[in-house]
């Protein structure tokens, strides 16, 4: 095949690949199947919730979804303890959430930040530093629902007990064409960061 | 619906221009979707390029720096549009020079 074959091949597959995630319910469709349906949530000693962004003092969407979903099980009474992580300067993703859960009128007794974690890996490992001198082992732990798989794998590897207590940063049930594509990147960049953490050795 | 609406606006707008693009055509149609093809191929060849190369330079500043450098920056979403730059340019540079 010519080198302009080749690239009309390539060409074809990429503008066939985009109308079928854009056009057709295809990433509804793996998402499906890459992202396990969540168990029943289920009472813990703290509820954790992980980093998604921010600029400056303005959280990202996935940021405040996340956060929001974090202050709602505290308000169920699910756990006694809301541990809010993300880094950033001065001031932290963290910090500027825990602001948000205090106005949303969560004690701020019960709250926590930490802005350690640059990565999910270091976030278990953040967490497990702040929890377990507190005896807190069973964590319900929110991020979005593709990211949950291998967040909660990285936590039970330092030693937690997860309930999985996902929130759709992209909807799953998607239907028009820009969402379903935004729903396919996250899949896909999940599963490079799934990739990854197994060559490495995190997972 | 909203599928339906996209794919109606486009085959609209191209049904339209169609008549007076056949006016200025140089080439033929098929020839035209071949060359589009050809551009599309070189945009998916330099976004694979650019996030793979992306990837790597973020892992080693990881080890070189010792500071953070995210992943997630080879997800923005202006690697596509400067991908889709790229192979425009070096698909006109390919072409013979217009008169």
């Not at chain 1, 505290?74 to 001031?91: C, H, K, N, S």
């Amino acid at each position: 095949m010519s080198g302009g074959g080749a690239l009309r091949a390539i060409g074809a597959t990429g503008l066939a690949l985009f109308a079928a995630l854009a056009f057709t319910p295809l990433p509804n469709l793996i998402h499906g199947v890459v992202v396990p349906p969540a168990p029943p949530l289920e009472p813990a000693a703290a509820i954790v919730v992980l980093g998604a962004g921010a600029d400056g003092d303005v959280l990202t969407n996935d940021s405040l979804r996340r956060a929001l979903g974090g202050v709602a099980l505290f308000r169920r009474g699910l756990a006694p303890r809301l541990v809010m992580l993300g880094p950033g300067r001065e001031p932290s993703e963290a910090a500027v959430r825990v602001r948000l859960a205090e106005d949303l009128g969560v004690p701020a007794a019960a709250l926590l930040a930490d802005s350690r974690g640059l990565t999910t890996r270091d976030e278990a490992r953040v967490s497990w530093e702040d929890l377990a001198p507190r005896g807190g082992r069973k964590v319900l732990l929110v991020t979005g629902s593709q990211h949950m798989l291998r967040a909660a794998a990285l936590f039970r590897r330092v030693g937690f007990e997860v309930v999985p207590a996902p929130v759709d940063d992209v909807p799953s049930g998607a239907q028009r064409p820009q969402a379903r594509l935004e729903l396919a990147r996250a899949l896909f960049r999940e599963l490079l960061a799934r990739a990854y953490n197994r060559v490495a050795g995190y997972l | 619906m909203e599928t339906a609406f996209i794919l109606a606006v486009v085959g609209l707008t191209s049904l339209g221009v169609a008549p007076l693009a056949r006016r200025r055509a140089r080439r033929g149609l098929r020839s035209a979707a071949a060359r589009a093809l050809e551009t599309i191929g070189l945009g998916v060849v330099f976004l694979f390029l650019n996030v793979a190369v992306g990837f790597c330079l973020a892992l080693i500043a990881r080890l070189v720096v010792r500071g953070f450098v995210s992943l997630y920056l080879n997800d923005d979403v202006t690697i596509v549009a400067l991908s889709a730059l790229q192979a425009l340019i070096v698909q006109w540079w390919r072409e013979p020079e217009a008169r």
